[in-house]
């Protein structure tokens, strides 16, 4: 099993947002120092508790800053932008990062982006497919493309000149192009059925519970049968928060319990985002869970895994027995309320937690 990366960075409104997003930066690059083997970060453009505006942008600015450690967007959100321009730019992200990028998509889910974009009450599922689509054929097409559709309709026939170079849209370094994944954030979905059909790659979101993680295998390896293609459990990457330290109590105090937890102040954000939107069931064992049982402490207990090195290894293993195998555990990153301990963590899960885990499952970090 490998150990990933991925944050949809959620900072403290008070926090200076140059510090948020150098904080961001210094994550990334410690975890490519560490061998983590690839590293995501979310996008907001209304959120200003989650600092990254342009994934792609954001991880441009580490290029020369890491070495072996793959890219990827964590996510474009679709529905925002041109699939055009969506494609040109992540070809040209793929090449300057010669192969270590990966394409995260998805619909974009917050309301407050979609009314500053003018789209919101536009089916922005509908938008999704129809981008993804579109970017596909441009990067596995020639010009002048001749794409239709419901919300963009895409050709250069009238103004390309083949002996200057106009017309063509770039294609990715990666052929026929870099893998795609999406981020599955509902038990038993159907969306990630149509992701195994295509081919694209799951990553199970770190706010599910283990027994609704665990629907998700099934529903994609059927879609990877619909689709003609072999299901491995290597290609599924599961996301989780994760604190680890030295010492067994200063991990329950960071992860869970002290008022000042960033873990406490991530998932305080998201279940109040997730309330208002009336999404909140996630968090539920079951729908007729009462709403009034659903308090904070009680998914601090549910989602986040914290404690010593011991401690931590034998509650990834539970959490296994529960989802099956999967290929990469995605540490989900938090803010750095205490830099020293939000480095720490990521320390000893490269260095200790993982080569106990692989050793319990009798599989080596390389070898998924």
């Given amino acids: 099993m490998k150990i990933g990366f991925f944050t949809m960075p959620v900072h403290r409104l008070d926090k200076n947002y140059t510090e948020c997003l150098k904080e961001d930066r210094e994550a990334i690059i410690l975890a490519d120092k560490l061998g983590y083997s690839e590293a995501y970060v979310g996008e907001h453009v209304t959120d200003a508790a989650e600092s990254i505006t342009n994934s792609m942008l954001f991880q441009?600015?580490?290029?020369?800053?890491?070495?072996?450690?793959?890219?990827?967007?964590?996510?474009?959100?679709?529905?925002?932008?041109?699939?055009?321009?969506?494609?040109?730019?992540?070809?040209?992200?793929?090449?300057?990062?010669?192969?270590?990028?990966?394409?995260?998509?998805?619909?974009?889910?917050?309301?407050?982006?979609?009314?500053?974009?003018?789209?919101?009450?536009?089916?922005?599922?509908?938008?999704?497919?129809?981008?993804i689509d579109h970017i596909i054929n441009i990067w596995t097409g020639e010009p002048p493309y001749?794409?239709?559709?419901?919300?963009?309709?895409?050709?250069?026939?009238?103004?390309?000149?083949?002996?200057?170079?106009?017309?063509?849209?770039?294609?990715?370094?990666?052929?026929?192009?870099?893998?795609?994944?999406?981020?599955?954030?509902?038990?038993?979905?159907k969306g990630v059925i149509e992701m195994g059909k295509k081919g694209f790659l799951p990553i199970s979101a770190n706010f599910l519970l283990a027994k609704w993680v665990e629907t998700h295998w099934g529903n994609y390896a059927k879609g990877?049968?619909?689709?003609?293609?072999?299901?491995?459990?290597?290609?599924?990457?599961?996301?989780?928060?994760?604190?680890?330290?030295?010492?067994?109590?200063?991990?329950?105090?960071?992860?869970?319990?002290?008022?000042?937890?960033?873990?406490?102040?991530?998932?305080?954000?998201?279940?109040?985002?997730?309330?208002?939107?009336?999404?909140?069931?996630v968090f539920k064992p079951s729908r007729d869970f009462p709403d009034d049982h659903l308090s904070l402490d009680y998914i601090l207990d549910e989602l986040v895994i914290c404690g010593d090195v011991n401690s931590v290894v034998d509650q990834i293993l539970a959490f296994r027995e529960v989802t099956g195998d999967f290929g990469t555990l995605l540490y989900a990153g938090k803010d750095w309320e205490d830099k020293e301990l939000g480095k720490r963590s990521m320390e000893l899960m490269a260095e200790k937690v993982m080569p106990a885990v692989n050793a319990a499952i009798g599989q080596t970090a390389a070898a998924e």
């Fill in 146 to 189: 001749d794409l239709k559709g419901e919300f963009w309709n895409i050709t250069t026939r009238e103004t390309q000149f083949a002996e200057i170079g106009l017309g063509p849209i770039a294609k990715p370094f990666q052929k026929p192009y870099p893998p795609i994944v999406g981020t599955v954030v509902a038990p038993f979905s």
């Fill in 224 to 281: 990877c049968e619909e689709g003609g293609r072999p299901a491995n459990t290597a290609d599924w990457r599961v996301a989780r928060s994760i604190f680890v330290h030295d010492d067994h109590d200063t991990a329950v105090k960071y992860g869970k319990t002290d008022d000042r937890s960033p873990y406490r102040f991530y998932y305080k954000q998201l279940y109040t985002k997730l309330l208002k939107a009336g999404r909140h069931e």
């Fill in 60 to 131: 441009a600015s580490l290029i020369a800053e890491t070495k072996q450690i793959k890219l990827g967007t964590g996510t474009t959100n679709l529905s925002h932008s041109h699939p055009v321009l969506v494609a040109a730019q992540a070809a040209m992200l793929d090449h300057l990062l010669e192969g270590r990028f990966i394409f995260g998509v998805s619909p974009g889910a917050l309301e407050s982006d979609a009314e500053a974009l003018g789209i919101r009450g536009v089916d922005r599922n509908a938008m999704f497919v129809e981008a």
